[in-house]
């Protein structure tokens, strides 16, 4: 079994820089410097941030909900329906609604 961790980059970095004894390596996948909601961002992107956030609140913990779909959609667009069915699981296994909108 696979343990994927919800940890946000933040605490793994802030972990990494307190703890550098106890950390090899530190991976960032799909990390950004800034976020939607950080000064500069064009109104577009944050209106798209705020859009998926809700999504996320009212369809993230039902099941073959198409709110999942979309935002498996966005990590993946070119994916079989398969690869889709993946994502839509691994979202469920690994964060709960509440969660997933704060990460």
């Known amino acids: 079994m696979i ?5 946000s980059d933040s ?7 307190r703890y550098p004894e106890r ?7 799909n990390a950004y410097a800034h976020g939607a909601y950080s000064a500069g961002v064009n109104q577009q992107q944050s209106d798209e941030a705020r859009a998926l956030e809700q999504l996320i609140e009212v369809g993230w913990g039902h099941p073959n909900s198409a709110i999942r779909e ?10 079989a329906a398969d690869q889709v069915v993946w994502w839509e699981q691994l979202q469920r296994y690994t964060a709960e609604p ?6």
């Open 98 to 103: 509440d969660d997933a909108v704060r990460l």
């Open 23 to 29: 950390v090899s390596h530190l991976i960032l996948y």
């Open 11 to 17: 605490v793994r970095i802030a972990y990494a820089a």
């Open 3 to 7: 343990n994927f961790c919800t940890t």
């Open 70 to 79: 979309v935002f498996a959609r966005l990590m993946s667009p070119r994916e």
